[in-house]
């Protein structure tokens, strides 16, 4: 197989009303991919420069979304509806003088393997056939065009569901939509195909029988796995494709080295990066361009979207998006990394500990019920329980910057924009409103008050006064002997 002899031509031109969504069918995500996006990765594993996306509905979305996938053209289908018309649009957009293998494939179908696709290019060459199918055996084929075999077990026809006879529809057989086509009769038969049918359509299936009727050989393959080679039309479906991508990555990661403790419960993206000895605990999801370095513990509990970990690194009950964690960091448990959180090695965010927008140098530990937001911390720093950066203003967020070294009192609020000098320290419950030079002590100094009787006065009758009054009156008691 070579690139010159291979075009794909992909329908993704449907309107996906079953669906019911403001989102084009074949840009649901599944995977940390949308639909096509995994159908367009296969045409690109098989090498084939020549690929055209067919669209219609939606079409500038869809577009918009294949600047993604630069080899992939778009081709517009105009008001004649079918697949047939879409596989015509699609093969009138290659080289006039191409007359290679057509690979048509549908947007919707993004679960069939690269192997799939080779063993179906495989067979079609060998045998010399004008077209080659997919088919797959379903217990209950309700929902798909069925294929039908003539006495000697060679395909004769495609027929759809809707203008099946009773003896057709019983066939198990169904068509997911995949062929290989040799192209100049593929073009002749499209010239042919009509839309004398139930849905007033072109049927790319008819190209089938016309080619059968006119003497050429029809192949096929049958999927090693019926339910990978279904479509996706409706969110039950999304679930179910969703299900067996997971089953897949999970145990492919499994297979390079990584500890997965429990699969079903285990989410992670096919575009997440995994490196060897990482160990995933259950109740957790790896999402999007997440990469994880060797050795590091995610879970239980974990959301990580996005996000690069580093090695030895230990993420426990912490929900992460578009952060940075260094090499043994410790997050967690329930720690929540926003956008721009970055932590250097070493460092810590710990119980109930919110980042955003901020950069926490090595060795640095925000431990417990503390936010953090538009900060740049030094190395060596401790924030005590409870340390707050105020960074908006009700108008503008400002930055706080605390310098290396810097040891913070519990329950710390430091009001930006501010700066803590090297080697700082504040004192418990300081309001940190101007600038700390390097090695002072910070203090928001007031007198305590105590105000005798205040709780026996105003709570008289709770449990308090009375409990006041029997230790107030034992006192006196203590004092008078």
């Known amino acids: 197989m070579t690139e010159q002899s291979l075009a794909i031509v992909v329908l993704a031109a449907g309107q996906g009303t079953r669906m019911k969504s403001s989102t084009p069918k074949v840009l649901h995500r599944l995977g940390g991919r949308p639909l096509l996006g995994h159908v367009l990765r296969s045409a690109e594993s098989l090498g084939a420069e020549l690929v055209r996306v067919v669209v219609r509905h939606d079409r500038d979305r869809i577009v918009e979304a294949l600047a993604d996938y630069p080899g992939a053209l778009p081709v517009d289908q105009d008001d004649i509806p079918g697949t047939g018309r879409a596989a015509q649009v699609g093969l009138e957009a290659l080289p006039a003088d191409f007359d290679g293998d057509v690979l048509i494939l549908s947007g919707d179908v993004p679960l069939i393997e690269v192997a799939t696709f080779r063993s179906m290019l495989d067979e079609h060459r060998a045998r010399g056939a004008d077209a080659t199918l997919l088919g797959a055996e379903l217990p209950d084929p309700r929902g798909y ?26 066939v198990t057989e169904i068509n997911p939509g995949v062929y290989v086509f040799r192209a100049h009769p593929l073009r002749d038969a499209l010239a042919r195909v009509g839309t004398e049918n139930a849905q007033g359509e072109m049927y790319l299936t008819d190209v089938v029988g016309l080619l059968r009727a006119a003497g050429g050989g029809i192949a096929a393959v049958t999927a090693p796995d019926a339910a990978a080679a279904l479509g996706v039309n409706d969110r039950v479906q999304l679930a179910d494709a969703a299900r067996i991508l997971n089953q897949r990555v999970v145990r492919r990661w499994q297979l390079e080295g990584v500890t997965v403790q429990d699969p079903q419960t285990t989410w992670i993206d096919d575009t997440a990066e995994l490196a060897r000895d990482v160990t995933i605990l259950p109740n957790t999801h790896i999402l999007g361009a997440t990469t994880i370095g060797e050795d590091a513990i995610i879970g239980p509990d974990t959301s990580i979207v996005d996000t690069e970990v580093g090695a030895g690194a230990v993420v426990r009950r912490s929900d992460v998006t578009l952060a940075v964690i260094g090499a043994g960091v410790n997050v967690g448990p329930w720690a929540y990394l926003r956008a721009g959180a970055e932590l250097a090695d070493g460092a810590k965010a710990g119980t109930f500990v919110e980042i955003k927008n901020s950069q926490v140098g090595a060795g640095s530990k925000v431990p417990h019920l503390s936010y953090v937001g538009d900060t740049e911390i030094g190395a060596g720093v401790n924030l005590g329980a409870g340390a707050i950066t105020a960074n908006y203003d009700d108008v503008d967020k400002h930055r706080t910057v605390i310098e290396d070294h810097v040891h913070t009192g519990s329950h710390t609020v430091m009001i930006a924009p501010v700066r803590l000098g090297a080697g700082a320290k ?6 940190v409103r101007k600038d700390v030079p ?9 007198p305590q008050r105590n105000l005798g009787g205040w709780v026996e006065n105003n709570r008289a009758g709770t449990a308090a006064a009375e409990a006041a009054e029997r230790s107030r009156t034992a006192q006196e008691a203590s004092d008078g002997e």
């Not at 390097?438 to 007031?446: D, E, K, T």
């Open 426 to 431: 504040t004192g418990a419950g300081a309001v």
């Open 145 to 170: 065009g069925r294929v039908l075999r003539g006495a000697d077990g060679m395909v004769e026809r495609i027929v759809e569901e809707k203008d099946a006879t009773a003896e057709e529809a019983a």
């Open 438 to 446: 390097p090695g002072a002590l910070a203090m928001s100094v007031a």
